[in-house]
């Protein structure tokens, strides 16, 4: 009897270790609204990759013929994807602070990016000029990606 009890405890000890790695389910709706015309480009940035992971691309933050606000990143962005999903924040460093007990104002979320290549998120409003870095959150391993510093 004490046998299988014993062997239950340890697979649920072992299993816990394997599930931080498995992909990320949290749902993020995104606006995959693209731009109208042109988008012009106010700043821009080139991604630093953290963590060994293979970020590479450029993020743009302009607007369209519309007036429309949008985060681009080029058709060079890559990222590690294996967690399913990774978050965009923008920042006013390159350092994630997060703060859930009490928001963070130096950190506003952007939605979630689930492939590589060129990625447009349509933003609500005027973007805070205090907000100069991008960065690529993977909430699953609870590391950065990346960051882009918008200049």
Known sequence: MKRPVLFLMLLAILGTGFMACEKDTTTVTVDSSMPTGMLTVSKSGDFVAQNGTPTVGTAALGT????????????GFA?????????????????????????????????????????????????????????????????????????
């Open 64 to 75: 369209d013929d519309d007036g429309e606000i949008f985060l681009r990143f080029n058709n």
């Open 79 to 151: 990222t590690e994807l294996g967690t399913g999903t990774v978050s965009v924040y923008l920042s006013t460093s390159e350092n994630f602070v997060a703060d859930p007990a009490n928001g963070n104002p130096d950190l506003r979320v952007v939605g979630a990016v689930s492939h590589n290549g060129d990625n447009f998120f349509k933003l609500d409003d005027m973007v805070d000029s205090k907000f100069s870095y991008v960065i690529l959150w993977c909430g699953s391993a609870n590391i950065p990606f990346g960051y882009a510093a918008l200049q």
